[in-house]
């Protein structure tokens, strides 16, 4: 762990397993021991959505009323950043407003690490650009470390547009710090040049991974950040890596499907799958909250 608490939480790169299996520990606290009594009001968490979101803003959401802080939604666009205001100002306002913790999502790469040092309030990124999405892959954990608790063994595997995927950025630091033997695959201008230098063994098809793992993980085809021409067809795409059980059944496992949402149905995933008893996408939504519970309740305590 390093030496000095950090009040942010920018991304799982740079920090420790030590760290990561602190806020899991709150987060099982939060889930399992629902009586136990949390009041943090003195703290005030404002969100800071550039980018649209339903699950991780609204799971931020519960997680802090749940703790008894008080939220604020601050819209950019009827914000007086609209009249010229910096983002350095709008930062200090915040904090002489008595804001403590924001919790951020942008288009921007390092977007949060830059605002972590316009002020003295606590920075979580929520998701930002094609970087990082460290709550995702702390409540991915999470829910993983339910159906394997100490990740012995366990072969993970991501299918998709990995080029364009902050979570599974989040998910694959996080995962290695665990020693998870990760696999990829997915439209050669869809993975990522650096992605064997990761740790990540890339093979060449959807039904080789689902032969070496234990989990798949797809991802999203981010056709909003992509020129049009990048990936020809739906069609083509849901033929070569689209999950369906025609896939799985050819194996005599059980093969767990997770996928961080939202999820576009006969493009990533069929219907099928997505609705069956292997997909765990519905258990990383709700488990969003007891995590989100976790990262603030961590971020507070080390702020103070
Ligand atoms: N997984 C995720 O970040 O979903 P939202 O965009 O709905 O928050």
């Known amino acids: ?12 790169k740079d920090i420790s397993k030590n760290e990561i299996t602190e806020i899991l520990k709150l987060a099982s606290k939060y889930k399992y021991l629902k009586s136990k009594k949390v009041n ?4 005030a968490l404002a969100f800071l959505f550039f980018e649209n979101s339903t699950r991780t803003r609204i799971s931020f959401e519960l997680a802090a009323k749940k703790l008894g802080i008080s939220t604020i939604n601050f819209d950019s666009t009827s914000s007086s950043i609209s009249k010229g205001e910096s983002l350095v100002d709008t930062m200090q ?3 002489s407003l008595g804001v403590t913790v924001a919790v951020v999502r942008h288009k921007k790469n390092c977007f949060t690490e830059e605002l972590s040092k316009m002020s003295n309030v606590s920075i979580i990124n929520a998701g930002e650009g094609s970087n990082e999405h460290p709550s995702q892959g702390l409540l991915d954990l999470f829910t993983l470390q339910e159906y394997f ?18 979570v599974a950025r989040s998910d694959i630091y996080g995962l290695q710090k665990y020693g998870v033997k990760i696999f990829a695959t997915g439209p050669k201008n869809l993975l990522p040049k650096d992605l064997e230098s990761m740790g990540v063994k890339v093979v060449n098809s959807l039904d080789e991974l689902i032969n070496k793992v234990d989990v ?9 950040r ?4 990048y990936y020809p067809t739906k069609d083509k795409y849901f033929k070569e890596f689209g999950i369906t059980n025609e896939r799985l059944e050819k194996q005599k496992r ?5 996928h961080p949402g939202p999820i576009n149905r006969e493009l990533e995933i069929s219907s099928e799958v997505a609705d069956s008893s292997n997909s765990l996408i519905l258990q990383q939504v709700s488990n969003g909250i007891p995590v989100r519970m976790g990262i603030i309740s961590w971020i507070v305590s080390n702020r103070n």
């Open 216 to 224: 798949i993980i797809a991802l999203r085809i981010q056709y909003e």
């Open 93 to 95: 306002v915040l904090e």
């Open 226 to 229: 992509m020129d049009k021409k």
């Open 149 to 166: 608790p100490n990740m012995n063994g366990v072969r993970i595997g991501f299918v998709g547009d990995i080029e364009h995927s902050r």
């Open 40 to 43: 943090l009001q003195d703290e």
């Open 254 to 258: 059980k093969i767990l499907i997770m």
């Open 1 to 12: 762990m390093s030496k000095f608490k950090t009040k942010h939480l920018l991304g799982l």
